[in-house]
């Protein structure tokens, strides 16, 4: 349930190389930190080691690219929503700031 003070969506997620589509994954976000599970696996990420927030596009769906300085987490960790901009607004509203895509970011540029 969305709150004043956190907000969750399903979607899909892409952990390094593994990709999980919609409904496999989900988010959950409060003013402390995110929460990113997959696979019914929690990870936790401190809102003071996500460095960026940004746009993310792949090829067919779009995305919420997180990086972070876990170093037990992985490293590339992208959110696929059908309503990405649902999504930013409301992490926005809880104290967070989403930058737009890089063209580096593209699935077709490699990525991060």
Do not use: C
């Not at 930190?33 to 067919?60: D, M, Q, S, V």
């Not at 769906?61 to 590339?76: C, D, F, R, W």
């Not at 992490?91 to 990525?111: H, N």
């Amino acid at each position: 349930m969305d709150t004043e003070d956190n907000f969750a969506q399903i979607g899909g997620v892409r952990l390094d190389t593994v990709n999980l589509t919609w409904p496999f994954a989900k988010i959950i976000v409060d003013r402390q930190g995110i929460i990113l599970k997959a696979f019914n696996k929690p990870y936790y990420l401190e809102k003071k080691k996500i460095t960026a927030l940004r746009e993310y596009k792949g090829i067919i769906s779009k995305g919420l690219l997180i990086e972070h300085t876990y170093t037990v987490a992985p490293h590339h960790m992208v959110f696929w929503s059908f309503n990405l901009q649902r999504l930013k607004e409301k992490i926005e509203r809880l104290g967070y700031a989403v930058g737009p895509l890089k063209k580096s970011d593209a699935w077709w540029q490699g990525g991060p």
